[in-house]
Nanobody, 117 residues
């Protein structure tokens, strides 16, 4: 079966760094674009960063210059390097894998990031 597992979340002080990982199995990983979303209590789920099958990346304005998304197809893994963390980055972070044709979509269960002031 398809399995998507996030890891690397934790508790850090403002200004610190974390690297999130998302490992997938049961799919041809290179055929999928990958997004990181986050959701804080009381907030809507927000798209944070994305990477295409060809390696093109995009970020929401609030994390530009601080976060970097990358992928390693040989390891079936995508990463989100988060630097200069702020309390407002506190959220559960979710990995979303998307195949465009034919359409297919998989989600992980999330990993919690808590940034203290």
């Amino acid at each position: 079966q398809v399995q998507v597992v996030e890891s690397g979340g934790g508790f850090v002080q403002a200004g610190g760094s974390l690297r999130l990982s998302c490992a997938a199995s049961g799919i041809i990983f290179s055929n999928y674009a990958i997004n990181w979303y986050r959701q804080a209590p009381g907030n809507q789920r927000e798209l944070v960063a994305g990477i295409s099958t060809t390696g093109s990346t995009d970020y929401t304005d609030s994390v530009k210059g601080r976060f970097t998304i990358s992928r390693d197809n040989a390891k079936n893994t995508v990463y989100l390097q988060m630097n200069s963390l702020k309390p407002e980055d506190t959220a559960v972070y979710y990995c979303n894998l998307i195949r465009r044709t034919p359409a297919l979509n998989f989600w992980g269960k999330g990993t919690l990031v808590t940034v203290s002031s």
